[in-house]
């Protein structure tokens, strides 16, 4: 580790069971003249557990990310040795740590990722659906009307769909899935990876509400949906059809733009403007 550069390690550790943190991670939060977490406290145990002497810990989260970044950008340019890691798993995944990153990129300061755990890829690894093309989503929109929208545009996403969601959110994103794709749309639920309690479920959506429902199941910590794809005819492509045609209806008359955007991309003109009022509202 040079000490005479200025580098910003992206540190992973673990999700739920901590051996699976690696042996380069311990080395780089031993080394490092400080660490940036977004909690704390966790980061303390974390440190105790493997007897990982304490460097200055500073804190990044979601509330004071925009005026802490300048402040640590500042150390960093001190030919300082930087850490970022998060609660648990990769930082920067559906955590913060974005902003940090990209201005050093743009100031020319090292940034050095370690591979490690990720809940999305563990999840998505032993769902049983197909990994070799997939989109990461994230958290949806915890206000209904706008989830609703954001699961529209993804109804004929072809590729397996990853999203995270609290846990007492998940039945009402189930229903909203059901109201916006269908009841048999066939999605894996995955809790507490890695940990004793681990919990790998797939079922038709509506199979898994009445599975999680019915079993009481003990949902902690943060929820990872795995969900099947859209299956329909290999030929439709509604999702980039439909981002033509609200670009061509602003300067041509629906009808035309309807028919210009079918010949395209060989689609049922009444599906697409179907899914383009249902995205209206």
Same mark, same amino acid.
């Given at each position: 580790?040079?000490?005479?550069?200025?580098?910003?390690?992206?540190?992973?550790?673990?999700?739920?069971?901590?051996?699976?943190?690696?042996?380069?991670?311990?080395?780089?939060?031993?080394? !490092?003249?400080?660490?940036?977490?977004?909690? @704390?406290?966790?980061?303390?145990?974390?440190?105790?557990?493997?007897?990982?002497?304490?460097?200055?810990?500073?804190?990044?989260?979601?509330?004071?990310?925009?005026?802490?970044?300048?402040?640590?950008?500042?150390?960093?340019?001190?030919?300082?040795?930087?850490?970022?890691?998060?609660?648990?798993?990769?930082?920067? &995944?559906?955590?913060?740590?974005?902003?940090?990153?990209?201005?050093?990129?743009?100031?020319?300061?090292? !940034?050095?990722?370690?591979?490690?755990?990720?809940?999305?890829?563990?999840?998505?690894?032993?769902?049983?659906?197909?990994?070799?093309?997939?989109?990461?989503?994230?958290?949806?929109?915890?206000?209904?009307?706008?989830?609703?929208?954001?699961?529209?545009?993804?109804?004929?996403?072809?590729?397996?769909?990853?999203?995270?969601?609290?846990?007492?959110?998940?039945?009402?994103?189930?229903?909203?899935?059901?109201?916006?794709?269908?009841?048999?749309?066939?999605?894996?639920?995955?809790?507490?990876?890695?940990?004793?309690?681990?919990?790998?479920?797939?079922?038709?959506?509506?199979?898994?509400?009445?599975?999680?429902?019915?079993?009481?199941?003990?949902?902690?910590?943060?929820?990872?949906? &795995?969900?099947?794809?859209?299956?329909?005819?290999?030929?439709?492509?509604? @999702?980039?059809?439909?981002?033509?045609? @609200?670009?061509?209806?602003?300067?041509?008359?629906?009808?035309?733009?309807?028919?210009?955007?079918?010949?395209?991309?060989?689609?049922?003109?009444?599906?697409?403007?179907?899914?383009?009022?249902?995205?209206?509202?």
């Amino acid at each position: 580790m040079n000490s005479n550069e200025s580098v910003l390690y992206i540190v992973p550790t673990p999700i739920g069971n901590l051996l699976d943190i690696t042996n380069r991670a311990i080395y780089i939060l031993n080394n !490092v003249n400080y660490i940036i977490t977004e909690n @704390i406290k966790r980061t303390y145990f974390l440190l105790d557990y493997f007897s990982i002497k304490k460097s200055h810990l500073y804190l990044l989260n979601q509330h004071n990310e925009h005026k802490q970044v300048n402040y640590l950008l500042n150390i960093l340019k001190k030919n300082k040795v930087m850490a970022l890691i998060c609660n648990a798993g990769t930082p920067l &995944i559906s955590d913060p740590g974005y902003r940090l990153v990209y201005k050093c990129k743009k100031l020319g300061i090292r !940034v050095i990722p370690l591979p490690g755990p990720c809940a999305a890829i563990t999840a998505l690894s032993a769902s049983g659906l197909p990994p070799n093309r997939f989109c990461y989503e994230g958290f949806l929109s915890s206000k209904r009307s706008k989830r609703i929208k954001q699961l529209k545009l993804l109804f004929y996403e072809p590729r397996t769909i990853i999203i995270y969601e609290s846990t007492h959110r998940v039945i009402a994103l189930l229903e909203d899935i059901i109201k916006v794709f269908n009841d048999n749309r066939y999605i894996v639920l995955a809790k507490e990876l890695t940990k004793v309690w681990e919990n790998i479920y797939g079922a038709p959506v509506n199979e898994l509400i009445n599975y999680i429902k019915n079993n009481s199941i003990n949902i902690k910590g943060e929820i990872t949906l &795995i969900i099947q794809g859209y299956l329909g005819p290999k030929n439709i492509n509604y @999702i980039k059809a439909l981002d033509v045609f @609200i670009k061509l209806k602003k300067l041509l008359p629906i009808s035309t733009s309807l028919s210009i955007v079918k010949s395209i991309f060989k689609v049922k003109r009444n599906i697409l403007y179907k899914n383009f009022i249902n995205l209206k509202d």
